[in-house]
């Protein structure tokens, strides 16, 4: 009994170490920015050998494509449109609500965006990809609304919008960070922050609402901006 505990122990023990090496990754990385961090500065922060480490990811990189998989399989499951029914407004708001806590959860990857692809072949490849998901979950929604009558847009104008949604939500911590760097890690000036990024959003799709999702628009409106007060 005890041998097979033991063996247990050191089957989930890599696991866990590997796991440890990534929540302090994400951590460190989204803190002081990725390029800022060394595989040194991981391994100390741990409490393990540069070994132990190089035991579970090859290099730094290593670590940030499995981070990126990570974030590649959150969105995949929070961000969809419903599969049972037409869209509604509230269905917008709960895509912009997680959009924006993925962002902010791996945020590090948006504020070193463009050093980080130009280094990384496959993180590039699959950013496109994760953008193209995000627009057409946008167009999605859009097109859904419209078919309830609650949006009046033309499929050129869907597909701007969408765009425009997507491109705001990629860029908008560069924008706050840019605002105001040396307050960007703390927590409530990033929470004024994506409530400001929802609101900006949200006035993107206003002008397009009709009858009574106009005025549930309104209340998002409104109660997003209380947020700010």
């Known amino acids: 009994m005890l041998i097979r505990e033991a063996a247990s122990m050191q089957q989930k023990a890599p696991r866990r170490t590997r796991e440890r090496i990534l929540e302090l990754s994400l951590r460190l990385f989204n803190e002081f920015g990725e390029p800022n961090v060394t595989t040194t500065v991981i391994a100390e922060e741990l409490n393990i050998s540069p070994g132990n480490l190089y035991y579970h990811f090859r290099n730094k990189d290593d670590i940030v494509d499995s981070l990126f998989a990570q974030f590649e399989a959150e969105i995949s499951r929070m961000l969809s449109v419903p599969a049972d029914r037409r869209p509604t407004m509230h269905d917008v708001w709960v895509y912009l609500h997680h959009s ?130």
């Open 100 to 229: 924006f806590q993925l962002v902010w959860r791996y945020r590090f990857f948006y504020r070193d965006l463009s050093d980080l692809l130009s280094r990384n072949r496959k993180l590039e490849l699959h950013f496109k990809e994760i953008l193209a998901h995000k627009t057409k979950v946008a167009q999605q929604l859009c097109v859904g609304l419209r078919e309830d009558r609650a949006l009046e847009a033309s499929d050129k104008e869907i597909d701007a919008l969408a765009t425009n949604i997507v491109v705001v939500g990629t860029y908008w911590l560069s924008y706050e960070y840019v605002r105001n760097p040396r307050r960007y890690t703390e927590q409530e000036v990033m929470a004024d922050a994506l409530a400001r990024g929802c609101y900006q959003i949200l006035s993107l799709i206003g002008p397009y609402l009709r009858g009574e999702t106009r005025k549930v628009f309104e209340q998002l409106v409104e109660e997003n901006l209380k947020k700010l007060k």
